[in-house]
């Protein structure tokens, strides 16, 4: 009941915010020159004005801007999310579709990044300033500091054109019809380049966090107490350092789940995955406004659930913080 | 190292095999898969309501026009079988090709071909209504006649010309009484083509397979035609590397990628089979700018850009110095001799200096904004260029780039603009997407149409006689005064030739057997193992 209660705060606190970025981002969109139908013109290759104002009146732009904005609003009320332009279907049922790549790969990709950061930053932060920490931190840096269109080329010039052991792109083999779990297998083969592609920038990220908050809490004295009391060198780092070192990584995790929704647009383009990033971007050079809307919406929603999954988990690490 | 690596000894074995493969299968095999590279995701799939190549390579399969062209480039017979014209060019008639079914059982009539013209090409298909315009009825005196009345005389070499590309047939049962931009077939086409629809998976792949009851009888040969949706170019390279993809159109992949992939043995790149689709570049003018109002200037802009320079360097051997508005391939109208502007840069600054255009400060004359289009990598190169070429004469070009849709509205709604560069689409006659370029009168937003400014009575004249002239000589020497009067004038010049390229896999046969091949049914296509 108190975490209902919690959970219904939290979604009222984001409300406002929420429709300020959705009214915010229409208003934006007008100031782009051209609308959906000048993009599907130059799709067609052409065709004339009367074409041109018949396609207006069908996508409803011939109203006003205030018009078309309180419209939109309106439909939000009711948890509709309008008609996609470019799609022809109802904006819910096209985000529908592309959430299950999106979130596979960005689950995928968080789990990969924290866990191996996790892993990574422990050990670097228990042999600091010896070699293994010299070899971690500079790979570290290294996928810091690469960008991942390149990692993914990469992946795909070197794992899929040359070794070809896996598939250079898409999201299941379409020719042959799995299902069951070939399907899952078949799938995750397709899974495994872009995974570690976009994971890699942040396990970087996390094992520099990580190997510093280790650092941090390793000197602190409640650790020398459990030194002196005898205990054993794993049970240390296991119960008391790792514990408490984990706030400021599960802080992070919540931060960069909603940039990894906005940022799997490039590593979607690059591995074709049908996802929320391409669909996005797809909708900004289309003008699609209700389908861009829709996502944003949906994005804001999952940002703020797994904000709250974060705010759940500071209190079981740390009794000290209670919702 | 000198000498030749392993990788390169390998390449070169496989370099010398391919011809002999190609030999020891020269009987189609049938079966196989034929994957896509599908670059840009469509609304909808129709070809009776939509005239573009993304349609086209995906919709031409399932759904056939009444004509093709065949190899030689001439209209062939598909659902049409034979076609005349009365001497007045008002009444055509096409004998329909009986025994044809639909995917879903049902007869193709002439009840079709009345619906898809009255209801589609003449009020939806883009260049297909200004095509009609003049259509005022399709008479159906049995169920394999049709019969096109129009009210001014049509050009029977013209409907010819148009109809591979503007005359695909829909269902009438399918579409009849319902809202036509809406109705579900327009993403699940329903055809009579040599494959049949089975799934769309929206941002990843489009599925057709073999039509057993196609009325080409043993056709087609491949099981199933996959599309596959990468917008990445350079991933799609890797995909047609990786053999995940075997055929991409359309100059879908990057020049670079293309240029590499053609030293690859396993690959070919050729304009074969796209010679139905030409293009020229444009440099579009703004009359609305005093400057390039006055003649002196436009020409001075002309003589100042070095096209084969350009095209040795950053096009290579696929792209020709253009000659005007009508490209070489179309044997029936291009028309050489007209006027050219060669380069010539002391030209440019007598020009420029003889329209008063004194250099000032730094050198510079004047300043122009530049708008590029965003498709096509050849028109950034070129805007750069056209920058650097017109900085050596004194004009100071600022390049003001923008997406697609950004870039209709500035340069053919708002007029916003002083140069525009972009691509003029060839589409085998001038009357269908050409003459538009040059006609005064298009309403404000059109899109590649004359939104410079400028009207020039005679070459209006000129143009609507052409487009209603029933007697082929008389047609192709109106269209050869065209071009000199637009050459004349130069209202917009087109100075680059192109074709697209299409990168086959090797494994493919009977690919790029046409003029519009990639457009076109693919029901003789077949892969070799």
Known sequence: MKLLLLALRRLAASLPALVLILVGLFLLLQLAPGDTVDALMAQMGGGDAAIAADLRRFYGLDLSVTARLGAYLWRLLTLDLGFSAIYGKPVASVILERLPATLLLMTGALFFAFSFGMALGVIAARRVNRWPDTLISTLGLIFYATPSFWFGLMAIVVFSVYLQWLPAGGFGDVAMGFTGWARVWDTATYLVLPVLTLALIFLAIALRIMRASMLEVQGMDFVRTARAKGLSDMRIVARHVLRNALLPMVTLIGLQAGTMLGGSVVVESVFTLPGLGRLAYESVVQRDLNTLLGIVFVSALLVIAVNFIVDLLYARLDPRITG | ??????????????????????????????????????????????????????????????????????????????????????????AITFKLRQGVTWHDGR???????????????????????????????????????????????MPLGLLLRAL????????????????????????????????????????????????????????????????????????????????QILFSPYSSLALADMTRLARDPRFEVTTRGNEGNARTNTLEFNFRRPEL?????????????????????????????????????????????????????????????????????????????????????????????IQQSLAEVGIRVEVVRLDAAGFLRTVYNDHNFDLASGWHQYRSDPAVSTTVWYRSGSPQGAPWTNQWGWTDAGIDRVIDDAATEVDPAKRRALYGEFVTRVQNELPLWMPIEQIFLSTFNRRMRNAGNTPRWASSSWYDTWLAS
Do not use: C
């Open chain 2, 293 to 385: 109002a006055d003649i002196r200037v436009r020409k001075a802009i002309a003589h100042a850009i070095n096209i084969p320079f350009f095209i040795e360097n950053f096009l290579g051997t696929y792209a020709k110095p253009g000659t005007g508005p009508i490209p070489s391939v179309s044997t029936d109208y291009y028309t050489p001799g007209s006027p050219q502007y060669g380069f010539d840069r002391a030209a440019a600054n007598r020009l420029l200096d003889e329209a008063g255009h004194r250099r000032g400060a730094g050198g510079v004359r004047f300043s122009l904004r530049l708008t590029p289009a965003p498709w096509g990598e050849d028109i950034a190169l070129f805007a750069t260029f």
């Open chain 2, 1 to 90: 190292m000198s000498g030749p690596t392993r990788r390169e000894v390998f390449l070169m074995t496989g370099a010398a095999m391919v011809p002999m493969s190609a030999i020891a299968q020269a009987t189609p095999r049938r079966g196989g898969i034929l994957t896509v590279h599908f670059a840009t995701e469509q609304r909808i799939l129709n070809p009776s309501l939509q005239a573009s190549t993304g349609v086209y390579i995906v919709g031409g399969k399932i759904q056939e026009p009444l004509v093709d062209l065949d190899a030689a480039g001439n209209p062939s017979p598909v659902l049409a079988e034979s076609w005349e014209s009365t001497p007045d060019g008002r």
């Open chain 2, 107 to 153: 007869p193709f009539t002439s009840a079709d071909v009345q619906f898809t013209a009255m209801e589609m090409w003449k009020k939806i298909l883009n260049y297909g209504t200004a095509l009609q315009q003049f259509l005022t009825a399709v008479d159906t005196p049995d169920a394999h006649t049709a019969v096109f009345r129009y009210e001014r005389p």
């Open chain 2, 164 to 243: 591979p590309d503007l005359g695909y047939i829909s269902p009438k049962h399918i579409y009849e009484g319902t809202d036509i931009r809406q109705n579900p077939a327009n993403t699940a086409p329903i055809g009579t083509g040599p494959f049949k629809f089975v799934q769309y998976e929206r941002g990843q792949f489009i599925i057709a397979e073999r039509n057993p009851n196609y009325w080409r009888q043993g056709f087609p040969y491949l099981d199933r035609v996959v599309w596959r949706v990468v917008s990445d170019r350079a991933a799609a390279a890797a995909q047609m590397e990786a053999g």
